[in-house]
C-alpha cells in the first residue's frame, strides 16, 4: 500500500475514532512501527493532525492552529511529565495565570476536573479548556496570529487589573542571571504574569536551562519555581539562588 492509500486510511480513522495508536495502526494497515511512525510525522508536518507520545489525534482546524499544536506535540513526553508535575501543585479553588507556550498548553490536559480559574493571553489555551470545569477569563488586547495570543499594552493593563495564586509561565532561557525572551512581546507579558502572581512557576525543559537570549527581562530571584527534567549538573547553576527545583525524570 502506497503513502497516498495509508494517508488516507490514517485520516479516515481519526475522524471516526479522534485519535491513532501506532502500534494498533501498524497491524490495521500491515506495515512496520517505523513507516506508521514517519507517516503520521509527515501528516503532521503537513498539519492534517496533532502528534502525540505514542500516536496521533485529530486537529479541529477550527479550534487549535496546526502549527501551534504540532509545536506542542514536539518533545511532547517530556513537556507531559513537566505538566503532570505541575499539575499536582494546582488545587480547586486556585485563581492561576498560564501564558502562551507550547509546554505550558499542554497543562490543560491535566487539569480539565479542577474547578479553578484560569487567566490567559493563549487562544489553544483556551479552546482547550472550554465546556471543562475550569472557569476562563480571557486577556484582551491585539492578536498576534503566528503565536496564537494576545499580546501589548492593553493586555499587560488587562493582567494588571488581577491578583493570581499562582502562575505557569515558558520561557526562552533560563539561567542563574535572569529569564529570557526572544521577544519584547513576550517579555512583556510574561513579567505582567510573574507581578501579579503570589508564585510562579517556570516550566521548562533541560534545553532551557543556562541558555541566555536575546532579551532578559526578569531576575532570577522574581520567580519561585521551576519544573524540569534538566539533570543535577545544568541545575547546579542556580545552587546559590533561592528558587526551588522541581524534577521529573
Known sequence: MNFQKRKQKILDKLNSTGEVDI?????ELNI???TARRDLNQLANDGLLYRTHGGAMKVDPLAKPHDFVNKAAQNSAVKDDICRKAAEHINDGDIIF??????VF??????????????????PVIYELQNCAVSLNIIGGEFNSERQAVHG???NEHIARYRAGKAFLGVDGISANGLFANSELEADITL?????????????DAG?????TYLKFADIDQVEAIITNAGDEKLDCFKDTALTILKVK
Open 98 to 103: 498560564m501564558d502562551c507556550g507550547s509546554t
Open 208 to 212: 532551557k536551562i543556562g541558555k541566555e
Open 192 to 204: 505582567a504574569y510573574i507581578n501579579q502572581s503570589a508564585y510562579t512557576y517556570v516550566l521548562c
Open 153 to 155: 499594552k492593553i493586555a
Open 106 to 123: 499542554r497543562l490543560c490536559q491535566f487539569i480539565k476536573n479542577k474547578k479553578i480559574k484560569v487567566i490567559t493571553n493563549s487562544l
Open 32 to 34: 512496520s512501527e517505523i
Open 23 to 27: 502500534k494498533d495502526l501498524a497491524a
